[in-house]
């Protein structure tokens, strides 16, 4: 049962620290921001979207939110996939996307420091002009934001190397939901000073606390790339090498991998010189090593022993590119695939992650869950670390295809835990995987998740219903 | 008040299932029992000391401590150096040492299963059986547990380039005080369901449950390593090397400072051929990338350019082992040095990190603060990571030296902090540091910090007084 806002009230307490445009109230807006992107998840309207552009005037509304009861979902760009920064009836959006200040490089420390409605992208190009990079590459990195990838714990194409986002926040400044404000971790590459808020916080999707400035590590440029397509007769044939890649000791900035459906969407978009039709499964390999060249001839190699039949090696940066824009491709691809089924279908994009070892007969299973539902799934993989997006295309519009679409998901994510592995490799938990992440992380566990939740949000006013029931 | 132990009812009720082996109630194990490996620390004296062999084992030890309101203290070498392994009067010291096993090593996910007392060089030489590495090498990798170096969050010479301990622990088997078994994380690379558990734990220096199993993360082996030796005119010249070296995008595989006095320290034990008197500093470098020799020879222009006025390269790996050797005969420099003002010093190892810029400011700072306490402390830092080991050497007999010890000690934290750094990098909290943690976290951090103990100990009996006081 949501709360009944007394929205005059609200509002009016909000308007005395906030300036008129930085409070949204036509249904529009109220619309635009009820929900991330995300199907298959449940969302309410708000009572009002907060656009705040100051670490005070969030604490104002977390401060308004805790004495009137009146519950908060923040929202960076709402391109999150789990239903997380979905709104509640009468919640209040607080937005940070109008906070998006880059504070400071600090070059000699390999640091920044930002507020969290920074883009992904922008933070990138900002260090780059520094010589630095930030890793982390969600797939909607250009639109995403630092504080929306740190609610999520974001991860990325060559994560598979470099780690995700939980690996770069080195602190964090927050505002709790009772308005008080909290300093977590710290500017030093080391420390062990008490128990890690900051790590707590991170992939917590907004629901203790919430992110209004980061200092976030950086690493060199990465040196320029080379990669390798290779397509394989079987998923069984993709997986070993897969496997021999880990075993012979290469780390890969990338190892993708593109199922039979996905290579096939690729193949039929037309755009892309070197991929094949036919196949069961392609990998792209990228590696920016020292010696990429040497590496991926390497790597070339161990493909060709898995049974790898069509392999294009890059010899230059124009090749290298060539070879990546075939997973650039898998999203063009599967948009014209769902146009040429006449539109209005929806893509479930899901985020599973199994021991790599695993992952061939992951996807194998899905290709036979697919089969079983008279569903097509298209499944593209960060095969390096053993993490699956399934994408699920089907017609929302049909109650039986969505509940062959909804069983489906179920039936990956049973296939994923019994491998193994976890419910969700990047995207998080939101309202969509509550029940999944109860039976991942059995009693004892969510009794502790279900307090941690409690001692920060006692009143259960921030991002209510998300990740743990309190 | 330390609770009155009924010891023959605690006795009796751990027998019950833990073999007599398993109990040591001897006066000498009692007191060897007592304490870790740091000075200015209280200690009380156990009632038993538990080497229980088996997970369910560990669980009767906690369900008993939790029926009879005993405390728990678990116990890995007890090389700590904060205290945190320190007994109280009448408690159960639970040590892990005697489970040791490594339960498998797994190439294909680069990971390893094993028990808490397993040590890191043991585990290290096993992992390197399958081409593999684990990096963590704090200073007593010999002697120190993998389950005290995830209790402690333990660091290390290498961490520089590969990162501490937290960043290798996919997942923990844990027992919680009241005995229920937990399970936190994941076998798979990535992994967000849920709040971070495993990273709560790690470093929580067994306030909140006992590891009695861990899965971590392993790296391909490392290539083989260069290294040279650079010493320095000044203080400021060897922090414009550090700063030069960063900001050249260098990412050395150690990067070891030894401030004036370490230096004469190791130069005077007459074991070194490389090393000069008269420096300020010296700078210990490693490079393991794919070609440490051009790394290092831009590493030493670099030095160069700073002012180095003595730098020896090594071309070979023999040449390196010596460089690399300089570092390693700090402890028996130290120890010969206190062995010739006549014994029966102690060597108060200190540890505090500052950004990696602040490191020179840092080390000019400790040499002051030497001279104003008339103490004689000999710094070796991890410059690369900006994190500091000050070592006073003091007299504990003499009252005056040791209360301008403690001084020195609380004005090496103030100068740390002041330089926005954390009053520990990587040694932990224990019971030393209590008093600045929380001056370093401030009253909201730390009120969440003493939620979070009690939520998972809510009657305060497992390591009670460490990191915070519930």
Known sequence: ????????????????????????????????????SAPFSACGTPAVVAVPRTAEQVAHVMRTSYALGVPVVPQGARTGLAGAANAVD???????????????????????????????????????????????????????????NIATGAGGICCVKYGVTADYVLGLDLVLPDGRRLRTGRDTVKGVAGYDLTRLVVGSEGTLAVVVGATLALR??????????????????????????????????????????????VVDLGRHRLLRTGSAATLIVESDSADPSADLTSMELLC????????????????????????????????????????????????????????????????????HHRLQIFTLGHAGDGNLHPTVVFDESDPDESARARSAYDDIMEAGLALGGTTTGEHGVGTLKRDWLERELGPVSLELQRGLKRLFDPRNLLNPGKVVTA
Chains 1, 2 share one sequence.
């Open 90 to 148: 009468g919640c209040i959006v607080l937005s940070t996307a109008a906070m998006d200040r880059i504070l400071s490089v600090d070059p000699a420390n390999r640091l920044v420091r930002c507020e969290p409605g920074v883009t992904t992208r922008r933070l990138a190009d900002a260090v780059a002009e520094h010589g630095l990079t930030y890793p982390p590459d969600p797939a909607s990195w250009e639109r995403c934001t630092i504080g929306g």
């Open 1 to 36: 049962m949501p709360p009944t806002t007394d929205t005059p009230l609200l509002l009016s307490t909000l308007r005395s620290a906030l300036p008129d445009e930085a409070l949204l109230t036509d249904p529009a807006a109220l619309a635009a921001h009820s929900r991330d």
């Open 304 to 371: 060709k022993e898995a049974g790898a039949d069509h392999i294009t090696a890059a010899a230059t940066a124009e090749e290298a590119r060539e070879i990546i824009e075939a997973r650039r491709l898998v999203s063009p691809a599967l948009a014209a695939y769902m146009a040429s089924r006449g539109g209005g279908l929806t893509a479930f994009i899901e985020d599973v992650a199994v021991p790599r070892s695993a992952l061939a007969e992951l996807v194998g299973q899905i290709e036979r869950i697919a089969g």
């Open 220 to 265: 060199p440029a990465r040196p320029p790339a080379l990669s390798l397509l290779a397509q394989f007769p079987s998923l069984k044939a993709a997986g070993e090498a897969v496997a021999a890649i880990t075993a012979a000791g290469h780390t890969p900035s990338a190892l993708e991998l593109l199922d039979r459906a996905t290579t096939e969407a």
